[in-house]
């Protein structure tokens, strides 16, 4: 399940720069009506999947699943900001007592997603 999950985002790294990007950068810069009309389709999309995943899930409520993604996906963006830092950063952390700082979002994004999943979903 999280091989899925993370099919998209490994194979398209841009699309989680721009999540990344997209509170800061984007959404603080757009009209309130058309940032609410997204905001209504973000939790229209994780209700549809999150009923998705209810239907296949004996004993979650339907919008259990839904929270779960929500949380995925803020893991997903902490780990690649965690894996992306900004361009001054990165001479830094190559030194060598900042190492721990420098993740790989592929090696990060399973690690917290499979914490979180089998917390939450124990056949994850």
Do not use: T
């Not at 339907?62 to 949380?71: N, V």
């Amino acid at each position: 399940r999280i091989e899925a999950y993370l099919r998209y985002p490994l194979k398209k790294p841009v699309v989680m720069k721009l999540a990344s990007l997209s509170p800061m950068a984007l959404e603080a810069r757009i009209p309130r009506e058309a940032l609410i009309k997204f905001k209504l389709a973000q939790i229209d999309s994780l209700k549809h999947l999150g009923e998705l995943v209810a239907k296949r899930s004996d004993g979650w409520p339907p919008d259990f699943p839904a929270q779960l993604f929500l949380q995925s996906h803020a893991c997903l963006l902490g780990s690649w900001q965690l894996a992306d830092p900004p361009h001054a950063c990165r001479d830094v952390l190559k030194l060598p007592e900042l190492r721990p700082l420098n993740v790989s979002f592929e090696a990060e994004a399973r690690r917290v997603l499979s914490a979180l999943w089998q917390a939450s979903w124990p056949n994850a």
